[in-house]
């Protein structure tokens, strides 16, 4: 069953504006962590947000904020005010158990190509 | 900032060839992982390991092999390389949450 799903292939955003990238997730775990990264066409992997199983308050980074909805099994990512900058894949990314006892590792999503227009 | 490092940033190579990918971090980071992300795709975990001498595969099958002699430096090994083995492959490090990503090669086999 996949961990990871993100349903948009491919989103075009005004410069300026919000946008909201969806992602979903399944585990039976209690403890987890679910990840956004950004990956521009260079290739690079760069981390934007975390956010935790048990974490209350949503986890804000600058202008990154991710909505996690935890009986929803949801985790969107939030890029407010968008910048041409901002054009690149987007890979939402969940681990799971504890990073102190568990393995650690991460399952991705499919990804989500964000095109901002000018 | 982090601090990892892979080289080559490119390859490209002829079949049968052995090959080397190296990645290195500067931060002392116990844990390491390599990734195999064909274009516009996800990436999978291939191999991963979690100390000198330690190492296992990932999710994904691959024919690649890794070791761990030191801790700084994990480097990945294609014996024969194959058209199939053609991806962009990314090391990474991890410290708490993060994972700490390399620039990535991108391996081309003809």
């Known amino acids: 069953a996949q961990k990871i799903t993100q349903t948009q292939p491919g989103m075009f955003v005004q410069e300026k504006e919000a946008v909201t990238l969806d992602c979903t997730y399944d585990?039976?775990?209690?403890?987890?962590?679910l990840f956004w990264y950004k990956q521009p066409s260079s290739g690079e992997m760069i981390f934007l947000i975390y956010?935790?199983?048990?974490?209350?308050q949503n986890a804000t980074e600058g202008r990154y904020s991710l909505n996690f909805q935890k009986a929803r099994k949801s985790a969107n990512l939030v890029i407010s005010a968008s910048q041409l900058g901002d054009s690149a894949m987007y890979f939402c990314?969940?681990?799971?158990?504890?990073?102190?006892?568990?393995?650690?590792?991460?399952?991705f999503g499919k990804g989500t190509k964000l095109s901002v227009k000018p | 900032e982090a601090d990892i490092y892979q080289t080559p940033r490119y390859l490209v190579i002829g079949t049968g060839k052995k090959i080397t990918l190296e990645c290195s971090q500067t931060?002392?980071?116990?844990?390491m992982y390599w990734y195999q992300q064909d274009p516009g795709m996800e990436l999978h975990l291939i191999h991963y390991?979690?100390?000198?001498?330690?190492?296992e595969k990932g999710d994904l099958s691959s024919e690649s092999t890794v070791s761990r002699i030191r801790t700084e430096h994990f480097p990945l090994t294609l014996e024969s390389a194959r058209p199939s083995h053609t991806s962009q492959y990314l090391c990474?490090?991890?410290?708490?949450?993060?994972?700490?990503f390399g620039p990535g090669t991108r391996l081309t086999v003809l």
């Open positions: 990474a490090s991890k410290q708490g949450q993060e994972q700490f």
């Open positions: 585990t039976s775990d209690q403890s987890y962590g």
């Open positions: 956010q935790g199983s048990y974490d209350e």
């Open positions: 990314a969940m681990r799971e158990g504890w990073y102190g006892g568990s393995q650690g590792n991460l399952i």
């Open positions: 931060m002392g980071h116990d844990k």
């Open positions: 390991s979690y100390g000198v001498n330690s190492t």
